[in-house]
């Protein structure tokens, strides 16, 4: 079982940068995948990042070029989303989200509440 929350969301000017956190619990969170999705008003929830449980490897979605960087402290039970360039097409709500599977499909076991993210023009 993995309980995760995010934090760092808000409201940012764009071409901004934004730091999203994830805290998770459980003693196991070093052998899961995790990933970053986001949901627009009005739109389905789409995927943004994705890292595996060791860090080593990394996958993101085509839209982010470069703009954002996921990484993960173990030792700590966190994962990041670093944003910078945004854009408010950027805008919604952003999930951290858990999977034993590395992968960037929208069926991870475990999900965090979402932190809202607002970028303005």
């Known amino acids: 079982q993995v309980q995760l929350v995010e934090s760092g969301g808000g409201l940012v000017q764009a071409g901004g940068s934004l730091r999203l956190s994830c805290a998770a619990s459980?003693?196991?969170?070093?052998?899961?995948?995790m990933g970053w999705f986001r949901q627009a008003p009005g739109k389905d929830r789409e995927f943004v990042a994705a890292?595996?449980?060791?860090?080593?490897?990394?996958y993101y979605a085509a839209f982010v070029k470069r703009r954002f960087a996921i990484s993960r402290d173990n030792a700590k039970n966190m994962v990041y989303l670093q944003m910078s360039s945004l854009k408010p097409e950027d805008t919604g709500v952003y999930y951290c989200?858990?999977?034993?599977?590395?992968?960037?499909?929208?069926?991870?076991?475990?999900w965090g509440q979402g932190t809202q993210v607002t970028v303005s023009s």
């Open positions: 989200a858990a999977d034993p599977q590395f992968k960037y499909s929208d069926d991870f076991d475990y």
């Open positions: 459980g003693r196991t969170f070093s052998s899961y995948a």
């Open positions: 890292i595996s449980w060791s860090g080593g490897s990394t």
